[in-house]
């Protein structure tokens, strides 16, 4: 008689086995197509486009280049001007404005910076000064003042000394016209516009405007000492009062108070 079988079905015991092996070897299937695809789509973009992106790699490699080259050529010429400024000026400091002046001549032309020319303007406007030739001295700020270029700050230095030179020949409407908008508190140059404009005021006969200026003057305390004595003195002489600190006033000029002098009488 024959037995019955015990062992179960090979089938269904191979069958979870086989499962998970077929599945790592679609996903190693599925990689190798992604990667195949992103490798054909980037060489299809480099056969399109690459001569472009090329190109453009290139133009900006080739501006980065340009940028540097000409950085540097730029900051060599600033320093070259730089150089031949204080050279003229050490010259100027010797008492020889010829040869300052003869110096700076290079920095006129057009390729300098605008500060550069502004300056070399300047050296040579003291140099005819010191020859005597306010003519030309006045020219030179004329063209500072006008060059529109400039640093602001030395065009309004130009107006300054071009109406401090021809002041005696100026009409005081003029001048109050030129330097009026520098001569306020607060300004970089108000002590010596509003110098100048005080006096003009004063000559056209307008006393309370240039008593009131010389007492704004007087009163600042960024100016210059001998500024605003100057100031406090015209002040007071159109009766405007321009001393703030009578005691601080006193103890700078030296003088002691009353009151200072009778205890020093009683310590004695």
Do not use: C
Not at 70 to 91: F, G, K, N, P, V
């Amino acid at each position: 008689m024959a037995r019955t079988p015990t062992t179960p079905p090979q089938s269904s015991a191979l069958a979870p086995a086989q499962t998970p092996g077929a599945s790592r070897e679609d996903d190693v299937l599925i990689r190798e197509i992604d990667e195949a695809v992103r490798e054909d789509a980037v060489l299809t973009f480099l056969q399109t486009h690459g001569i472009k992106v090329l190109g453009v790699i290139g133009l900006g490699l080739a501006v980065l280049g340009g940028w540097l080259v000409w950085d540097h050529y730029a900051e060599a010429d600033l320093e070259r001007q730089s150089e031949t400024l204080i050279s003229a000026l050490d010259y100027a400091d010797q008492r020889d404005f010829k040869t300052a002046a003869d110096k700076v001549a290079p920095l006129l032309a057009d390729g300098n910076s605008p500060g550069a020319r502004a300056a070399a303007r300047f050296v040579q406007a003291g140099a005819a000064l010191e020859e005597g030739n306010t003519a030309k001295a006045s020219g030179l700020f004329k063209e500072i003042a006008a060059d529109a270029d400039a640093p602001p700050a030395l065009r309004d230095l130009a107006r300054i000394r071009d109406v401090s030179v021809n002041f005696d020949r100026m009409k005081p409407a003029d001048v109050i016209a030129q330097l009026g908008g520098l001569a306020k508190p607060g300004n970089a140059y108000f002590g010596s516009a509003g110098e100048l404009v005080a006096m003009a005021h004063l000559e056209s006969g307008n006393r309370a405007a240039a008593g009131k200026l010389f007492a704004d003057i007087a009163k600042d305390e960024d100016q210059p000492e001998t500024l605003r004595s100057r100031a406090r003195q015209m002040a007071g002489l159109l009766g405007v009062d321009a001393v703030v600190d009578v005691d601080k006033l006193l103890k700078d000029a030296g003088v002691t108070s009353e009151g200072d002098s009778g205890s020093a009488a009683a310590a004695e």
